[in-house]
């Protein structure tokens, strides 16, 4: 597995390192890395799925806001590129994941994907903004 996303805790190594080193790739290499990874989450099954994207928000929303932003501009990037089952699988599990933790860390993800949205090309903030609409997420 790539950076180790998706093994169990104890297999993970060092998560924080992993994502600081995510954060640290060009765009190209960090949008075909997270494309990687989040095709895996949506093959795997929704507790396994939840609970290693649950680790990797835990240590990203460690970072600091403009390493932050970057893995979230991948993320919505990629989520746009995905059929739109994967689409709401992955956007369902990463809120449900969101939810188990802590408070300041639900709000930096929701700050920042709110940011990343604004900067998506306007039809494709739209589609998105549907979707979450969908979903009952709210922005």
Do not use: W
């Not at 990037?77 to 969101?98: N, Y």
């Amino acid at each position: 597995m790539v950076f180790g996303f998706g093994k169990k805790k104890e297999e993970s190594g060092n998560m924080k390192e992993m994502v600081e080193t995510l954060a640290s790739l060009s765009d190209a290499e960090r949008k075909a890395i997270m494309g990687s990874r989040l095709k895996g989450f949506a093959s795997m099954p929704d507790g396994e799925r939840k609970n290693a994207m649950k680790m990797m928000l835990d240590a990203a929303t460690e970072l600091p806001q403009a390493q932050y932003k970057k893995l979230c501009s991948a993320r919505l990037a990629v989520l746009m590129g995905l059929s739109s089952s994967d689409q709401e699988k992955l956007m369902k599990t990463h809120m449900v994941a969101l939810q188990e933790l802590p408070k300041q860390k639900q709000m930096k993800d929701m700050e920042t994907t709110k940011e990343c949205l604004i900067e998506l090309p306007r039809n494709a903030r739209e589609t998105m903004m549907q979707k979450m609409a969908k979903m009952g997420m709210k922005m």
